[in-house]
């Protein structure tokens, strides 16, 4: 099937600092990828809709301007947590589709887990 | 936008014991249902998911059922094993019309005693 690379599995960093991660679709074209974020004992919650070559649709009280996305090809995005807190550490978790096909399954990337200390 | 209800949150069962997870959706255009197993850390993997022209489909010891008119679908497990134990989310899209991303339910964390 095909596969979602998500990179990087593990960061820590301080707080303030911005941390990026980056999703790519190895084997089809994704214009469109969604990045979920995942607290402990929790759902996977929508954050963002990256669209390639256009500006990410960000879902209710996720702040763009925190969560830098960019779409710059049809087989990567990335998501940039700028200006990192504590509250921020979570599973951050891409997915992507191949457009090509109308029937596509979602692929999921592994997953982030990013600490803030 | 689609709300998707999830239940139970827990669920415990005997080992070669069925299993059953039933969600509701509120977006009536929604027509891709799938279900995912995620294991602790790890990415959800989809085990099995169905579209709003069936009304059941199976995989071996797994099926899902979907009923459109009460927006409802389940997951059942047959003769459940240890490994069988994670953590299940069922999710629903529209496909084909303007794809729209994945909402999911608040999963069921499944516990299979040996």
């Known amino acids: 099937g095909a596969v979602v690379s998500q990179h990087p599995s593990r960061v820590i960093c301080k707080s303030g600092t911005s941390v990026k991660i980056e999703c790519r679709s190895l084997?089809?074209?994704?214009?469109?990828m969604f990045w979920y974020r995942q607290f402990p004992k929790q759902s996977l919650m929508l954050m963002a809709t990256?669209?390639?070559?256009?500006?990410?649709?960000?879902e209710q009280g996720v702040e763009k301007d925190k969560f830098l996305i960019n779409h710059a090809s049809l087989t990567l995005s990335t998501l940039t947590v700028t200006s990192a807190h504590p509250e921020d550490s979570s599973f951050y978790i891409c997915?992507?589709?191949?457009?090509?096909?109308?029937?596509?399954?979602?692929?999921f990337g592994q997953g982030t887990r990013l600490t803030v200390v | 936008g689609e709300n998707v209800e999830q239940h139970p949150s827990t669920l415990s069962v005997q080992e070669g014991d069925s299993a059953v997870i039933k969600c509701t959706y509120s977006?009536?255009?929604?027509?891709?249902f799938p279900w995912y197993k995620q294991e602790l850390g790890k990415r959800p993997q989809l085990i099995i998911d169905?579209?709003?022209?069936?009304g059941e489909k199976k995989d071996q010891r797994i099926a899902v059922t979907l009923n459109k008119t009460a927006k409802h679908f389940s997951l059942h497990i047959t003769e459940t094993q240890p490994e069988d134990s994670a953590v299940y989310f069922c999710?629903?899209?529209?496909?084909?019309?303007?794809?729209?991303?994945?909402?999911f339910g608040k999963g069921t964390r499944l516990s299979v005693i040996a």
């Open positions: 997915s992507a589709e191949d457009r090509l096909k109308a029937d596509a399954e979602a692929f």
């Open positions: 084997d089809f074209q994704a214009t469109t």
């Open positions: 999710a629903a899209s529209r496909r084909n019309s303007g794809n729209t991303p994945l909402v």
């Open positions: 977006d009536s255009a929604s027509n891709y």
């Open positions: 990256s669209n390639e070559g256009s500006k990410a649709t960000y």
């Open positions: 169905i579209r709003s022209n069936v």
